[in-house]
């Protein structure tokens, strides 16, 4: 079984461009697994603050959980984007 880093290289380098709702929902979980829950204001710019709010909505998840959950959007997503 691949580890969640593994997981996120193989993320990284899919053929296809990965939609933008596609996209925060990867980054959202990403970064609750590496980082934790959101720790930065909000931005008023239309794309960092998408990103914010993909990554607020994962607040409370544990690292572990947010991988998994990384690593079940992947599957759903890798014959898409392979």
Not at 19 to 38: H, I, N, R, S
Not at 54 to 67: D, I, N, P, R, Y
């Amino acid at each position: 079984m691949l580890t969640f880093e593994e997981i996120v290289e193989k993320a990284k380098n899919f053929s296809k461009t990965v939609t933008k709702e596609d996209f925060l929902e990867f980054y959202g979980y990403y970064k609750q697994a590496t980082v934790g829950d959101c720790n930065i204001d909000e931005p008023e710019e239309e794309d960092k603050k998408a990103r914010y709010l993909a990554w607020k909505s994962k607040a409370g998840l544990t690292a572990e959980e947010a991988k998994n959950h990384y690593i079940e959007v992947y599957k759903k997503y890798a014959a898409k984007y392979e």
